[in-house]
């Protein structure tokens, strides 16, 4: 059963008319497709909506049926048209806290109208003046849809595609532990409205430009594997060397999966963007039964049980003693834990028979 929503929700729709529609910075598959989904959900109801991503809409999206409409910081219409002009209402997707919104929400113009915030992160901070959160979904794009469903709009045409692409990006197609019954009955449903999976799935997961594969091929050279801890290391230089941007890579994603690795890490050294000194990045993977949120908070920064990361001052010298470590001992503690409590209920533990392979 879908999450039950406030009627004051549907009230602030259907009340307004000139409506603003944002997603968060650095926008990925759910941002970009609930953001366009909201979009053809109010144009069926004959509302005006206008739409901004402060970052714009990355090369992958650009397809999607709107994409050329969503306004960002890059194009002169956006400082005009968003960030000084008054609307009824401003919906915010997928967002969990109001500094990822970036300058698409300008409070000194927009905050006339009531702040609408929809989004499916635990961490939602509720920022709004309306919040509707709702962590069971696995996508605000599983959200966009029970919002049609209430507001009698047909999932069908663009609005199915724009919404089955955040479902696809956010749970990997359909792999994450949260793709439960209703996010494929959601699926199932937009795609009898018309959306193509094999399409999206095509635009989206199963594609990579070449320079990350080629980045890729230059940091894989580094993979170290100990204790059930897979990591790798990499210099701003490779970014440079591969013509690739600094920015996600999805490589401990891709390390996570070796078998004998319960956690992953890769470690990218870069130069801070305000004072220059040398910082790490850290980005951290877990298969299911581990955590790597937990560690991340402990170093300053945050995430979700399986995806988590990080940023700490100082080189890979200095930065990698101190992490690769700390995972080591969380990950052999998470293991006891799991191993005590399915001895507690008289399996077989896996994790005590098998051996660590070595460094490499
Ligand atoms: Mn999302």
């Not at 915010?92 to 300058?103: I, K, Q, V, W």
């Amino acid at each position: 059963m879908p999450t039950p929503i406030d009627p004051q929700v549907t009230a602030a729709i259907r009340d307004a008319h000139d409506i603003l529609c944002i997603s968060h910075v650095k926008p990925d598959g759910d941002a970009v497709g609930s953001l366009l989904g909201a979009a053809w959900l109010l144009r069926r109801l004959g509302k005006r909506p206008t739409l901004a991503l402060q970052d714009g809409v990355p090369d992958e999206h650009q397809v999607l049926p709107g994409a050329a409409e969503i306004l960002s910081a890059a194009q002169p219409a956006y400082m005009r048209d968003v960030v000084e002009r008054a609307f009824d209402l401003v919906i915010c997707l997928d967002a969990s806290s109001p500094d990822r919104m970036g300058t698409a929400y300008n409070p000194a113009r927009h905050r006339t109208a009531p702040l609408l915030v929809i989004d499916h992160h635990i961490t939602n901070t509720r920022f709004g003046d309306l919040n509707w959160v709702a962590p069971t979904c696995a996508a605000t794009c599983q959200m966009v849809a029970y919002l049609a469903d209430a507001l009698d709009v047909a999932l069908t045409g663009e609005l199915a595609e724009c919404l089955l692409t955040g479902l696809v990006t956010d749970t990997l197609c359909f792999r994450t532990s949260n793709t439960d019954a209703e996010v494929l009955e959601t699926a199932m449903r937009l795609m009898r409205g018309g959306a193509d999976l094999a399409a999206i799935t095509q635009q989206t997961v199963n594609r990579r430009p070449f320079g990350l594969i080629k980045l890729w091929s230059l940091i894989l050279p580094t993979i170290h594997l100990e204790e059930g801890v897979i990591w790798a290391t990499a210099e701003q230089m490779l970014f440079d060397l591969a013509g690739y941007p600094m920015g996600d890579i999805s490589l401990s994603s891709f390390l996570v999966t070796a078998d004998e690795a319960d956690m992953s890490a890769v470690l990218v050294e870069k130069a801070d963007e305000i004072s220059g000194a040398p910082v790490v990045e850290c980005s951290f993977r877990a298969k299911p039964g581990f955590d790597v949120a937990q560690l991340a908070f402990a170093f300053g920064g945050g995430g979700h049980p399986p995806a988590s990361g990080c940023t700490l001052p100082g080189t890979l010298a200095e930065v990698e003693p101190q992490v690769i470590p700390a995972l080591q001992t969380a990950r052999r503690a998470q293991a006891a834990a799991r191993d005590a409590a399915q001895r507690t209920a008289g399996r077989y533990a896996p994790d005590a028979a098998r051996q660590d392979a070595g460094g490499g």
